[in-house]
């Protein structure tokens, strides 16, 4: 079993940045595949950024160049970087996580951008 507790959501303007944060129940080395996901109003939730337990990481076309994901491992946390920031990036973020066994789902965190 992981759990996961997402942060740092809110309200910023276009072309701010913010920084999401996921901590897991369990050491991060254990998790194959960490990432990010989001969900907007009518829409179905994509996949944003993705991390493997080895460090290779993937981005959705959209956010690429703008969205930097990356793990803290001595604190078994993972952190989304988010630049320049779009309307069109409002959405509930949510972390994911994938073990061999199962995969995992935090609550997710609001992310509002608008003037």
């Known amino acids: 079993q992981v759990q996961l507790v997402e942060s740092g959501g809110g309200l910023v303007q276009p072309g701010g940045s913010l920084r999401l944060s996921c901590a897991t129940s369990?050491?991060?080395?254990?998790?194959?595949?960490m990432g990010w996901s989001r969900q907007a109003p009518g829409k179905q939730r994509e996949l944003v950024a993705t991390?493997?337990?080895?460090?290779?990481?993937n981005y959705a076309d959209s956010v690429r160049g703008r969205f930097t994901i990356s793990r803290d491992n001595a604190n078994n946390t993972v952190h989304l970087q988010m630049n320049s920031l779009k309307p069109e990036d409002t959405a509930v973020y949510y972390c994911?996580?994938?073990?061999?066994?199962?995969?995992?789902w935090g609550q997710g965190t609001q992310v509002t951008v608008s003037s």
């Open positions: 991390i493997t337990s080895g460090g290779s990481t």
């Open positions: 994911n996580a994938r073990t061999l066994a199962a995969g995992y």
């Open positions: 369990r050491s991060i080395f254990s998790i194959n595949v």
